[in-house]
């Protein structure tokens, strides 16, 4: 069975500074890899996904991920943090055959001024 | 469109009473899927449809649990004889999935927490 696991629970950078969040994957089969984002009281939004077709991944509000399959990665970087990028990320995978997304634990996001 | 709805966005109940929660999808979406996530935690798979038809059923779906789809559109998660452990924020999802190639970008309600004292 696919599975997701997430390095940190809790992650805290200075304003400015790379932001780097872990995910390593399992999965059997090609998967399809999500990274979302939560925000307090807030539902799921999607930052990214790779679908096969690029190994580096550009999303929205500037966050990129890169699919290493050697290591089977997904980490999810952003270049410069901002005040706004608090909040708890999920990676997740689904594989084709039943299509179910599968999330890991999460990172909490801590951004400090 | 709005977005996936769901109601009620909080619920508090009494132990062994029982609940039900409703989730209007993205209009058009085929797929409907029902997370359960606790504090701390990432969203747990519950179960999915396609259509009507529910697909899967995680074994974390007790005897107590039923999800419905009846007509393909909205859901309804049942809980009977609600126990505390049952707290949580129960999340809804929907997708389209045309076959082949896949897409599989699932978006979510923003969760009906429910609360057993």
């Known amino acids: 069975a696919q599975s997701v696991t997430q390095l940190g629970s809790h992650v805290s950078v200075s304003e400015g500074a790379l932001v780097l969040l872990r995910c390593n994957y399992s999965?059997?089969?090609?998967?399809?890899l999500f990274w979302y984002v939560q925000y307090p009281n807030q539902g799921l939004q999607l930052l990214l996904k790779?679908?096969?077709?690029?190994?580096l991944v550009k999303g929205i509000n500037g966050f990129e991920a890169e699919f290493k399959k050697s290591e089977t990665s997904f980490h999810l970087t952003k270049p410069s943090a901002h005040m706004s990028d608090a909040a708890e990320y999920f990676c997740?995978?689904?594989?084709?055959?039943?299509?179910?997304?599968?999330f890991g634990k999460g990172t909490r996001l801590h951004i400090l001024p | 469109d709005t977005g996936v709805s769901q109601n009620p966005r909080h619920k508090i109940t009494k132990r062994g009473q029982n609940v039900t929660f409703r989730c209007d999808p993205i209009?058009?979406?085929?797929?409907l899927y029902w997370y359960r996530q606790t504090l701390g935690q990432g969203p747990e798979f519950l179960t999915y449809?396609?259509?009507?038809?529910?697909?899967?059923k995680s074994r974390l779906l007790s005897d107590r649990f039923s999800a419905e789809r009846p007509k393909g559109s909205f859901s309804t998660l049942e809980i009977q004889r609600t126990e505390q452990g049952d707290s949580a924020m129960y999340l809804c999802?929907?997708?389209?999935?045309?076959?082949?190639?896949?897409?599989?970008?699932?978006?979510f309600g923003q969760g009906t927490r429910l609360t057993v004292v």
């Open positions: 999802a929907s997708s389209f999935n045309p076959g082949q190639p896949r897409n599989t970008e699932a978006f």
């Open positions: 449809f396609q259509n009507e038809a529910q697909l899967e």
């Open positions: 209009s058009e979406h085929n797929r």
């Open positions: 997740a995978v689904s594989e084709d055959r039943d299509d179910k997304i599968i």
């Open positions: 790779y679908t096969s077709a690029a190994t």
């Open positions: 999965s059997s089969v090609p998967p399809y």
